[in-house]
T-cell receptor, first 116, second 114 residues
């Protein structure tokens, strides 16, 4: 079974530029998560999708971050415009059940973003 | 709101020695507890989880963790570590709201040397 795929693996941009990350979850997984992991910190949930609907985006900086999950499969996370403090690893995860509290989340390898 | 504290940012240990990685949580309601491991250049993988029942949970590669409600702890232990256990370990908590929202600690880097 293929795992969670993410691309690109690395991205370097200058501040005020735009960037987009892509995630392909495990086939059949209904729930998809995007996390931000800043160096020295644990992952922080940005947004959670249940199929193609948003369940939780309370920690997403909506003035610059956006995410979508068209057709309930792939997802993209966009930052526009980027700031220096957005430098982090962006992790995508998916789980098979209806996003229940006891689910196991399966993580992709992440995209490391450096904003100069 | 829930929070997780991993006081040790780095734990160096020699191969075949025992190790304990500490995790304390804060929550006003019942919790579910998780340990995830991140090997270099890889994504996080679930190591073990406590949902209910026996307070001692085990993983397939020899790690175990014990849920201690009175001390609000979920420490991870292994009696004899291998070089291949070198990785970052994250403790996480969620509560039963119908949807899972993991709150992670800052992680502990386990460094196993020969």
């Amino acid at each position: 079974e293929a795992g969670v795929a993410q691309s690109p693996r690395y991205k370097i941009i200058e501040k005020r530029q735009s960037v987009a990350f892509w995630c392909n979850p495990i086939s059949g997984h209904a729930t998809l998560y995007w996390y931000q992991q800043i160096l020295g910190q644990g992952p922080k949930l940005l947004i959670q999708f249940q199929n193609n609907g948003v369940v939780d985006d309370s920690q997403l900086p909506k003035d610059r971050f956006s995410a979508e999950r068209l057709k309930g499969v792939d997802s993209t996370l966009k930052i526009q415009p980027a700031k220096l403090e957005d430098s982090a690893v962006y992790l995508c995860a998916s789980s098979g059940k209806a996003g229940g509290s006891t689910d196991t989340q399966y993580f992709g390898p992440g995209t490391r973003l450096t904003v100069l | 709101a829930q929070s997780v504290t991993q006081l040790d940012s780095q734990v160096p240990v020699f191969e075949e020695a025992p190790v304990e990685l500490r995790c304390n949580y804060s929550s006003s309601v019942s919790v579910y507890l998780f340990w995830y491991v991140q090997y270099p250049n890889q994504g996080l993988q679930l190591l073990l989880k406590y949902l209910s029942g026996s307070t001692l949970v085990e993983s397939i590669n020899g790690f175990e963790a014990e849920f201690n409600k009175s001390q609000t702890s979920f420490h991870l232990r292994k009696p004899s570590v291998h070089i291949s256990d070198t990785a970052e370990y994250f403790c996480a908590v969620s509560v039963d709201t119908g949807f899972q929202k993991l709150v992670f600690g800052t992680g502990t880097r386990l460094l196993v040397s020969p």
